[in-house]
């Protein structure tokens, strides 16, 4: 049975399709194949664990950021034309399941290892499982993506992908034409000394000179960015950690935690 309207998804079609009395309740959604453009209601689903949106006209996952219990998504043959749209799902702690293919963003050489490098929690991609030795290399072989406050800030208005020129929502330069290599100069990289200190933390061995790819500038205003990377870098040390020292790691964020 499928969803019988067109564009935007509303509470009352919301709580009509999955018979829930209100959206808190709401734990899966199905509305497959409905031609849904606008799905902003699900962030008012904290709740929302599956959600099935497959063959619709989404063109952004921004919403889907809200819904922190979110553990499957499945959201082909939409119209998601930047992979940078992963980023919004980067929140999502629980996240272990996404189907993202046949959108225009997926037609790239290395787009598994690229959403696998930003997503490395996931267990299946694509309906594909996920292994740990794909991980570990899209640390390498995925391209960077970060989300721009003209990309976010257009797409909440226009549902579309953000125009080249400088509005008032970008940040201001002394020359409009350079808005582009700003936006590239946002990407993060941990330098050696950053990688082998958490590394430290955690009980490992520092890394090599040779194992180490050169570092990128960093702009300034970029510590949510750097935040992301070194979350990510954690992720990763973590898996080569045994229970005992889980539970040394396991103390240190307790501890931290508590001092702030």
């Known amino acids: 049975m499928m969803c019988e309207y067109s564009g935007k998804l509303t509470e009352a079609l919301v709580l009509a399709r999955t018979r829930a009395t209100e959206l808190e309740k709401v734990r899966k959604l199905n509305c497959w194949g409905s031609d849904v453009i606008d799905v902003s ?8 664990e599956v959600c099935s949106l497959s063959v619709n006209g989404i063109t952004t996952l921004k919403d889907f950021s809200y819904c922190q219990n979110l553990q499957e998504l499945y959201i ?6 930047n992979l940078s749209e992963i980023c919004h799902l980067k929140t999502l702690p629980k996240l272990r399941s996404l189907w993202i293919a046949d959108n225009p963003c997926c037609n790239r050489k290395n787009y598994r290892s690229t959403v696998l490098r930003h997503l490395p929690n996931l267990q299946k991609l694509d309906n594909i499982a996920v292994t740990e ?4 290399a899209a640390v390498e072989e995925g391209d960077d993506l970060w989300l721009t406050d003209s990309l976010t800030s257009k797409q909440s ?27 590239l100069n946002e990407v993060v990289t941990l330098t050696m000394e950053e990688t082998n200190k958490i590394r430290a933390q955690l ?9 180490m790819t050169p570092p990128k500038s960093v702009a300034s205003g970029t510590t ?3 935040n992301s990377h070194i979350l990510q870098a954690v992720l990763l040390l973590i898996k080569e950690l045994d229970s005992e020292s889980l539970e040394v790691v396991g103390n240190a964020v307790k501890n931290r935690l508590e001092s702030l």
Request: proline share 9%; charged share 45%; hydrophobic share 15%.
């Open 224 to 226: 949510k960015s750097r």
């Open 76 to 81: 082909r043959k939409n119209a998601i034309e």
């Open 133 to 136: 030795d794909e991980v570990n």
């Open 41 to 48: 209601i699900v962030r008012k689903m904290p709740n929302l």
């Open 157 to 183: 208005r226009n549902g579309s992908e953000p125009e080249s020129e400088t509005t008032d929502d970008e940040p201001s330069t002394d020359d409009s034409s350079k808005g582009k290599d700003s936006r």
């Open 203 to 211: 009980g490992l061995k520092p890394l090599p000179q040779d194992k």
